[in-house]
């Protein structure tokens, strides 16, 4: 920690209001020490791990903090708010404030100093020194943890040596007889608990909630706790024997457990990290309360984020969407691979190659269209599993592995009676519903063991089976019949209107939640495509190419808008656009998002509407401008995506164009040297937003 902290990287009196504020003046104080080399690429990487989740925690703490490929030595900067500033932590502001930067490349050893530092603030004394410190020196010296030097004691005179001097020999007390000692009382076993905590930079929450979990622990006096952290870095496994002897496991994270099996057959709590650091003795209370009545854990799968039901405290809302989100990226694979086989069985053999016979009974190695037919029957075994796969990941995001039974079954079921993708969707939610009731059922311990494996799949297989064939399944395939008419019978205004409606939503959040749920709507029609699908299927992807190449065409006509980094995502947006892989605008979306998704969202709502009125379809899921001999029309779809890449363009240009310069020698200039942008002939940055 010496190096990484000094009395220029300290800030006493912060006055910044934001927290995006809050970041640009303490990697000011960095840039001017030369631990950062690009302020805004920085700044950037900075709010892309804020998007993941806020940085802000309990007590007054802030703690944004990224690895950046612009920072050449491990760094700490802190700043001290009066005012408080909203970092997201659900007690209200922050008025300590800490951004560590980690290089691209921080070895163990760098991480290891930078975990000290998340441990410390767990410790209240520590943080009441911080509030009351008035030396940036000695600021700087408390965060690395120095000693202080001891104070000199006076020198004391010598006092004068005694006189010895002889006492009268006593006489000897008899002695008495020792009564026998009582074996002391054998201590009373302590609950046993091993916690696995993890985040996505592995700098800062992985071992706050570490500490938080092993100081609850020590707390509670009865429990031990011993965790192991996960971080980016790499990690140490707890021993065998550690685990064997537990008697119940938190798993505080949000990234995926790895080798999350060792774990399996113990009570278990699922949470997100920030749980970790916020209620720990909850925790270990709910853990305790599920090993009193005997529940245990049987899946070995490795969860993910969106697999989880959520902290105990997100509403129902977000619930649903994490379900519905696990489902959908585990049906993704399917759709992609199977569709893009099928697509090209069609581009290959014609479309009559769906009526070909089956290539296992007649396939002739010397004929094209053996070939496509293979193609084709191929991605169609795959397709077939696009409805079954996404019920069963919704269950499974529900309710873990027991959900995956029901889950499949029910979506089977949808396909056999034509609900569709509509149907998959309850069939999933109503497994997973099934499998959570059932698993709150008290059940004799003798029958545990049986439970995951024949019971529980058992009972709500066959409930979900009754619901799907004889309540529910039948008003589904109706309406998804209904919903299929409508798509087929689009044309004019009303078309134009949805596919308006599909950009904006693809272009809003740039693959977030909004985005993906306007990619399985598409995607779902492909299961039983028509034209109408087909037209949805093509207005979603060229609308999700828009933001990117939007971004790349900018970055090129317009470079001195941007900054070095930016030019440099630019290059790689083109790919990115082309590939129909909307991401590639979120470093642009990041850095300035009051003006790069309006503009990304005009566009794509521009190439929705022409595409819907061009009247151009796709087979295909993915692909961008690869699977352009694919796509009905394609002229005119090369001409819906450029017309909204244009759009784009030309409003984000226009938007960041009418920013005002910042004043020489401001507060970003030293000496009034002013922006460094501005020596540059370049216009200066906005401050970076979440």
């Given at each position: ?127 009441a020194a911080l509030r009351t410190a008035t030396d940036t020196g000695a600021t700087a010296a408390l965060i690395r943890g120095d000693e202080p030097e001891p104070t000199p004691e006076p020198e004391s005179t010598p006092e004068p ?235 499974y995001g529900m309710a873990d592995r027991p959900g995956l039974v029901p889950g499949f079954v029910g979506g089977s079921i949808a396909l056999t009676i034509n609900a569709g993708f509509l149907g998959g969707l309850a069939a999933g ?251 540059k002939g370049e216009e200066p940055k906005i401050p970076v937003a979440a």
């Open positions: 920690m010496s190096e990484m902290i000094t009395a220029d990287l300290v800030d006493l009196d912060l006055s910044a209001d934001t927290k995006e504020a809050a970041a640009r003046a303490l990697a000011e104080r960095m840039v001017a020490q030369g631990r950062v080399t690009d302020l805004d690429g920085f700044l950037a990487d900075v709010a892309a791990r804020e998007a993941q989740m806020p940085t802000g925690l309990d007590g007054g703490i802030g703690i944004p903090h990224c690895r950046s490929e612009h920072v050449t030595e491990p760094t700490l900067a802190f700043g001290r708010s009066t005012d408080g500033i909203d970092f997201g932590a659900p007690d209200g502001p922050a008025d300590l404030i800490f951004l560590i930067a980690a290089p691209a490349g921080a070895d163990d050893a760098h991480l290891t100093i930078l975990s000290s530092l998340a441990r410390q603030l767990m410790d209240e004394d520590f943080k040596t005694p006189e010895l001097t002889t006492e009268p020999e006593s006489t000897p007390e008899p002695q008495s007889t020792p009564e026998p000692e009582t074996a002391p009382a054998a201590p009373a076993a302590k609950f046993k608990i091993v916690a696995v905590t993890s985040c996505p930079t592995g700098i800062a929450h992985t071992y706050m909630a570490a500490e938080s979990l092993e100081k609850a622990g020590r707390d509670a006096g009865d429990v031990e706790v011993v965790v192991e952290t996960q971080g980016s870095a790499g990690f140490t496994r707890l021993a065998p024997e550690v685990i064997a002897g537990a008697d119940g496991v938190i798993f505080a994270h949000d990234v995926p457990v790895r080798e999350k099996d060792r774990f399996a057959g113990k009570p278990t709590v699922d949470v997100g990290v920030k749980a970790g650091i916020n209620r720990p003795a909850e925790l270990i209370g709910e853990v305790r309360e599920k090993a009193a009545r005997g529940e245990t854990t049987s899946g070995a799968a490795s969860a993910t984020p969106v697999d989880r039901a959520g902290d105990a405290g997100d509403g129902y809302g977000t619930k649903l969407r994490k379900w519905l989100m696990s489902g959908v990226s585990y049906m993704v694979p399917f759709v992609a691979a199977g569709g893009l086989l099928i697509a090209l069985g069609f581009a290959i053999g014609g479309y009559t190659i769906n009526k070909a016979p089956s290539v296992a009974e007649h396939f002739v190695w010397t004929q094209t269209d053996s070939w496509a037919a293979l193609l084709f029957q191929v991605g169609s075994v795959a397709f077939a599993f696009l409805v079954p796969v996404l019920a069963g990941f919704i269950a939610l109503i497994a997973g519903g099934v499998v959570m009731a059932i698993q709150k059922v008290n059940v004799p311990p003798v029958l545990r063991g049986i439970m995951p494996v024949v019971v529980i799949p058992l009972i709500s297989s066959a409930v979900v089976g009754f619901l799907m064939f004889l309540v529910i399944g039948k008003p589904i395939a109706s309406l998804q019949s209904a919903l299929t008419d409508w798509l087929n019978s689009l044309s004019g205004a009303n078309a134009i209107i949805l596919g308006v409606i599909l950009g904006l939503m693809m272009c809003f959040d740039l693959g977030g939640p909004l985005n993906k749920v306007a990619y399985a709507f598409a995607v779902g029609g492909l299961a039983n495509p028509t034209e109408g699908s087909l037209k949805v299927m093509a207005a979603v992807m060229a609308a999700g190419m828009v933001p990117p190449l939007a971004m790349a065409l900018a970055t090129t006509v317009r470079g001195r808008l941007f900054t070095k980094t930016e030019r440099e995502n630019g290059k790689a947006a083109w790919v990115l656009g082309a590939s129909f892989i909307t991401e590639g605008a979120i470093p642009f979306a990041a850095a300035d998002p009051l003006r790069v998704i309006p503009a990304s969202m005009a566009g794509g709502a521009v190439t929705g509407a022409l595409s819907m009125a061009f009247g151009c379809t796709l087979r295909a899921p993915h692909g961008g401008i690869f699977v352009v001999p694919l796509i009905g029309n394609p002229f005119l779809y090369l001409i819906a995506i450029a017309a909204g890449v244009c759009v784009s363009t030309a409003l984000v240009v226009i938007l960041k164009g009418m920013r005002k310069p910042a004043p020489v020698g401001g507060a970003n200039g030293a000496d009034g040297a002013g922006d460094a942008s501005a020596q």
